[in-house]
């Protein structure tokens, strides 16, 4: 397998558009003819090579090269869309469309990634290391059509419609997931294995969705169905069960109706109300409030900036009220 | 002697109303009266000609932060310049002006590899989303005066933002097949509020605040006659959801309004998808449509333009030289936030008025120009303003109401001596345009 090094050199004005950095289109290219490949920064197009140094060639095929991307990459968009072989590795974060209808070979991201990654993905494999945004595994604007096949694997948290229109494949996000999962969803399968914060597999016709830790509010038309066991991680285990959406049509097989399923496992000690009705915790502690302190210095963030890093970083789900009046503090 | 003029068209809100009778001075220069149309419609009229307050010459920002007057050609020039110069201009607002107007500035933003949105980026774009996922079983207002006696309200507030609505088109009128008003029709409304409009109605849903979502899909279940869990669903009580569902079916027409409160509070496109999909199950037992409220005059009419010249109703996406559309990368907030515009063009919109505070700063900091006959927070915090006349006062043109029935606004009086309409300044730019690219 040969490798292509691509280091960020020049951060660019506005956000790069890359889609040319795929497997595919640097198979059979040396680093010189890699470098004349086009990126675009709005409505001006450049060369790879005005913004990265390139090292290395390109294999034969794309499933004989690796590309290892390197440097402050956060403003580039677009790396590895429509790649069908092959492997990338991105080192620092990466912004949207990170895997954009990818079809097959791998893509590992070190840090975070921006929304709209891995959208209409039909195969291969998509690991982050850090954080996702929205639209995971989604569908693009009008689609009906979200996540087909392959596997995601977001080892942190990820945020709001996740897996919209997904009718295949597997997510499987570690930490928490934002409002709005799997909606619409036709099959497929999503682990969450923090807290999920509601509206779980809304107008979900078909699916699993399996939450390991805790929802934080039940969609109203899912119907608790009693224990059954499931496979996860390749051991059997009893997971409680919700069904629906009851809104939402259904498909029928052997004369039974196909609900969505919601499972969330037996042994959590707490009842279904406490699995379903969670009253989180609201308030900071000293230290990290002297975190959120450090990291907003010298900036005017947002309320909805501040409220999604406190409740990324510490898992406190606080009231966009006492955020603004917590920016209020800080500036004093 | 003065003038008479009748079936004017009010250039405010998305009802549109066609009916105004206003009455110039004998020179066709003053407004002195303006009948049928609602509070808001009629100071609309008698503010654009007061033309004290008025600015007519465009005016640039100096760096005492004031502002000096330059010429029309001027400020053609400036924004020419800052259209070609720019890598990635946005070109925002839209809504209050002619569908004319529109289709000279698309044509600027394709020549200059542009973003092009209008106001629902911050109003119904979240409704645009959620039609392109499921479609929309929709009518004209017509239909619902002469036909309609189910009317939802949700999350809207026809009463003090659509004010003549209520009377001409949806609870009071007397149609065709609707000849008691009132009395033949059952009114819901649904609002975490007790706002004006739910004072008139049947029944009142008071839906937990952001829990809209919950609550569609519950009476979709409830309609399609399905178990709900929990006794109180979205701070409604079950039995509730189900007369609420009953008294949608039995009805012979139906239609559901909304508003702000549910395209923008939590679950935005969603909470609308889940709306066009409780619409058109209800279509499998009676006839049921559902139409936006949409705010400005001629939002609509944007939508139907870019839809036409680019396939996509906002959020159009021009820098590649090809129309790519997905709201949350090519809205005008979210370029604005994450600085992924390097100049901003206005026009028909207040954004500083609108956006948070973070994009207005950003606003402030770029090549801008904003082109509005009023003096905004907008037109202050750009380098260059540039006022026209009033669309559907001192110049007519073509808009769309709420329903996507298209309306020729007229023009009643003239405008303040040597001002620029917004067209003509559009396609001024637009030549200038051209010629900066030739070389
Ligand atoms: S309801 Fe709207 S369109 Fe009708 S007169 Fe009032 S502001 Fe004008």
């Known amino acids: ?332 | 002697m003065t003038k008479t003029i009748t079936d004017v068209i009010c250039p405010f809100c998305g009802t549109l109303c066609d009916d105004l009778i206003v009455t110039t001075d004998d020179e066709g220069k003053k407004i002195v009266d303006v009948e049928n149309a609602c509070a808001i419609g009629a100071e609309k009229f008698i503010s654009a000609s007061n033309h004290q307050h008025r600015k007519t010459r465009p005016r640039k920002l100096q760096e005492d932060g004031s502002f000096k007057e330059i010429t029309y050609d001027e400020a053609v020039e400036y924004t020419a310049q800052m259209l070609v110069n720019a890598k990635k201009p946005s070109m925002y607002g839209w809504s209050s002006t002619s569908c004319e107007a529109q289709s000279v500035g698309h044509e600027i933003a394709e020549l200059c590899g542009a973003l092009v949105d209008n106001t629902a980026a911050v109003c119904h774009g979240t409704t645009l989303v959620a039609v392109q996922n499921v479609g929309i079983p929709s009518c004209t207002l017509g239909e619902v005066k002469n036909r309609a006696d189910r009317i939802i309200f949700w999350g809207c507030n026809p009463a003090h933002a659509h004010p003549r609505h209520m009377s001409r088109y949806s609870i009071f009128p007397r149609g065709y097949f609707t000849g008691k008003g009132q009395k033949q029709r059952k009114i819901i409304v649904v609002d975490p509020r007790p706002t004006d409009t739910a004072g008139i109605a049947d029944v009142h849903l008071q839906v937990e605040q952001g829990y809209d979502y919950e609550l569609l899909q519950a009476l979709r279940a409830a309609v399609r006659g399905q178990e709900i869990s929990g006794d109180i669903v979205a701070g409604v009580p079950k039995e509730k959801v189900y007369e609420a569902a009953e008294m949608l079916k039995s009805g012979r027409f139906g239609v559901i309004f909304f508003g702000m409160g549910v395209t923008q509070s939590l679950g935005k496109d969603h909470n609308i998808d889940a709306a066009i999909m409780l619409t058109s199950d209800l279509n499998n037992y009676t006839k049921f449509s559902i139409i936006a409220m949409r705010g400005h005059y001629n939002v609509t009419g944007s939508g139907q333009v870019l839809g036409w010249q680019f396939g996509f109703p906002y959020s159009v996406d021009l820098s590649r030289g090809f129309a790519r559309y997905n709201p949350g990368e090519t809205g005008t907030i979210e370029v604005l936030k994450r600085k992924e515009i390097d100049a901003m063009f206005v026009l028909g919109s207040d954004p500083g008025a609108h956006f948070p505070m973070q994009c207005v700063k950003e606003i402030s900091r770029l090549p801008s120009v904003a082109v509005d006959p009023h003096i905004t927070p907008t037109t202050e915090i750009c380098k260059v303003h540039v006022p026209v006349a009033f669309v559907g006062v001192e110049v007519g043109g073509n808009c769309y109401r709420m329903d996507n029935v298209p309306i020729e606004a007229r023009k009643v009086v003239e405008p303040p001596e040597g001002m620029m309409t917004d067209t003509e300044f559009l396609k001024a730019v637009l030549k200038r345009v051209k010629e900066l690219r030739a070389d």
């Open chain 1, 1 to 332: 397998m040969d490798i292509v090094k691509l280091t960020l050199t020049k951060v660019p004005g506005l956000f790069l558009e890359a889609e040319n950095i795929t497997p595919d289109h640097f198979a059979g290219k040396n680093a010189q003819q890699i470098g004349e490949l086009h990126v675009h920064l709005g409505n001006q197009t450049a060369k790879i090579s005005d913004y990265f140094s390139v090292e290395g060639k390109g294999g034969a095929t794309a499933a004989d090269t690796r590309i290892i991307v390197s440097g402050p990459t956060d403003k580039v968009k677009y790396i590895g869309m429509k790649m069908t072989a092959g492997e990338i590795e991105i080192q620092g974060n990466t912004d949207m469309y990170t895997a954009a209808w990818m079809a097959g070979g791998k893509i590992h991201v070190k840090g975070n990634v921006d929304s709209f990654c891995a959208i209409g993905m039909t195969g291969g494999e998509f690991i982050v290391d850090g954080n996702a945004k929205n639209y995971l595994g989604a569908s693009y604007r009008g689609d009906w059509r979200g996540m087909q096949g392959g596997k995601i694997i977001v080892k942190g948290n990820a945020g709001s419609d996740t897996a919209t229109f997904m009718n295949g494949g597997t997510i499987d996000i570690g930490g928490n997931v934002d409002v709005h999962l799997g909606t619409h969803a036709e099959g497929g399968k999503i682990i969450v294995r923090g807290d999920a914060k509601g509206r779980v597999g809304g107008q979900m016709v078909k699916g699993d969705i399996f939450v390991l830790g805790q929802v934080e509010r039940m969609m109203p038309t899912y119907i608790y169905k009693g224990e059954e066991e499931a496979e996860l991680d390749g051991k059997k285990q009893l997971f409680k069960v919700w069904i629906g959406d009851m809104g939402e049509r259904h498909g029928k097989r052997k004369g039974e109706i196909i609900y969505g399923k919601i499972y969330i496992p037996s042994d959590g000690a707490e009842g279904i109300a406490a699995a379903t009705h969670v009253e989180k915790k609201k308030k900071l502690t000293e230290k990290q409030l002297d975190k959120v302190k450090e990291v907003f210095k010298d900036q005017e963030p947002t309320v909805q900036q501040v409220r999604t890093y406190i409740f990324d970083s510490f898992d406190v789900d606080m009231k966009p009220m006492q955020v603004s009046r917590l920016i209020e503090g800080l500036k004093r």
